[in-house]
């Protein structure tokens, strides 16, 4: 960074021998969350999240980050602070360098917007286009337990208190898969990789449309967070049926050659994060989960923006 | 670029040998603009205008935007279309590619959010603290247009028929300066740039503070724009003040090394931008206007967004 924040623009030397990894994304209140459950410095580690889960499903590593934040017209200060060190904090973390900015006062819900800029070997980037039949499908980490977090915070639990909740931590501090990201892209382990911002089966369906390719998902293999199974089965609802649709958890689900479990395992051991195998590729274009009984039923379509 | 639109984030190739200039800047209904008076590929038009005065000031050439926007509950989809239209259009005209996009609903008003990156040789980029004391202040083209054509605007004026009025096309679809920026920086004619989308006054203060310079602006020389002047005078207001203080017009301000005069000559020649000489660096860090009777007053603090 030859020059930050304070002039009319950022001045950035890029690294040689990489390519540029770029991600915009926004976070509204009253759409992706309300000031009512989620604490300020909450709201800023999401928005700085969802770009870092972006670009580790790219492979690629954080370098830059660009924060335009909108601001309702009684927002406290305490408040701003909290969001400016949720930010930051996350930042810091991954070595994210926050080159730009820019506040605008508006009468409408606080919003932050956030560019992403990071960095990866030319032919070490992951896309949703390079799965192909017989690959293996993997998923990150654990689902579901945002949603239930989210579903806890809305139904009345006070985030001071329900911190220390799994379900509740995940909805209101996702850590993104950086690491694991860059190391499945860096050494070939993956073909092809989403992130599940809005849930697993978006995410299948977006990779399987890419890639040209049918999916074929084992219901029993989803590696559904123990949190989300005990708020699901307290309040009557099916855990593995939520889990596919619910968004939030910020995972990331690979399509891996077979043979290569080696190589799978040594981005698991290096960044500390599991990997589940949940289904395979197929050259059939459908996309389906296949039940307890050895059923196949097509996969719903899962969360949307705009639904 | 290798990547576009489409997948987790997009991917592109730096160019060598260059740095990279970053830039983010929000355009909010009832803030910056309102629909009633500013037409769907206006909006869209100066979402992207004033990120790209940004570069200009740093004299970087434009390569790739980023366009967040946030969508109120009822836009119809011929506006949507419109200002897609009109961003897209200005992009076209500098050769600026779209690669990341995102698209929110939100309960609020309507926002653009736009992250332009360019690039520039390393050691021809402009900023606000180069300049030095001797140093001739020139600014490009008109000032006090763009302000003129807003209060037009809300004085009633309808666009569909206002648009032939130079000063409304000025407010509506300003000319960011591109390429005199680059011409600038790249032959080293100035040593320091700010954009006045702020305003005259308010661009003065910045570049004489980050350069530890003081500025004497000639009222007299400063270049009123004809069709402000004519607006002023038809409604009792003084042109020149008014011209100080009025932001929106993006012209850039440039200091410049005296018997540099070729150069300057140059990069006017190439943009077909004029330059204007209106004042001097000073040792002593008061920033003033010296008016038709000699007498030298503080140059006031000029627009605010926080007034």
Redesign the interface.
């Known amino acids: 960074v ?2 930050g924040i ?10 040689r021998n ?9 976070l ?1 209140e ?3 969350f309300d000031r009512a459950y989620v604490p300020p410095d909450a709201i800023g580690h999401r928005a700085l999240a969802v770009n870092l889960s ?2 580790a ?2 492979g ?1 590593e954080p370098r ?1 980050a ?3 934040l ?1 601001l309702p017209p009684a927002l406290p200060v305490d408040e701003f602070d909290g969001i400016v060190t949720g930010f930051a904090a996350l930042a810091a973390k991954y070595r994210v360098q926050l ?4 506040i ?6 606080l ?1 932050l ?1 956030v ?1 992403v ?2 960095t ?1 070997k ?1 032919r070490r ?1 992951l ?3 390079g799965a192909r039949p017989g690959d293996d499908v993997y998923v990150s980490g654990t689902i579901g337990a945002a949603a239930a977090g989210l579903q806890r915070l809305k139904a009345g639990a006070d985030w001071r208190v329900a911190a220390d909740d799994p379900a509740t931590h995940r909805f209101l501090r996702p850590d993104p898969r950086v690491r694991l990201g860059l190391l499945m892209g860096r050494n070939r382990a993956a073909r092809a ?3 599940l911002s809005d849930g697993l089966a978006d995410g299948v369906h977006r990779l399987a449309e ?1 890639s040209g390719v049918g999916v074929t998902i084992d219901a029993a293999l989803l590696p559904v967070d123990p949190a989300a199974r005990q708020w699901c089965e307290g309040n009557g609802m099916d855990a593995t049926t939520e889990a596919i649709a619910a968004g939030d958890d910020y995972e990331l689900l690979f399509a891996v050659k077979p043979r290569t479990s080696r190589r799978v395992a040594a981005a698991v051991h290096d960044s500390g994060v599991t990997l589940t195998r949940v289904g395979t590729c197929t050259v059939d274009r459908a996309v389906s989960i296949r039940g307890a009984d050895g059923a196949a039923n097509a996969l719903p379509q899962g969360y949307s ?2 639904r």
Chains 1, 2 share one sequence.
């Open positions: 030859l020059i304070g002039d009319d623009a950022a001045v950035v030397e890029p690294e990489r390519v540029e990894v770029l991600s915009v994304d926004a509204v009253g759409v992706h972006d670009l499903a790219m690629a830059l660009l924060l335009s909108v080159v730009g900015g820019n605008t006062r508006s009468p409408g819900p919003m917007d560019t800029i990071g990866a030319r980037t896309t949703r286009s990789c989403v992130d890419a923006h705009f």
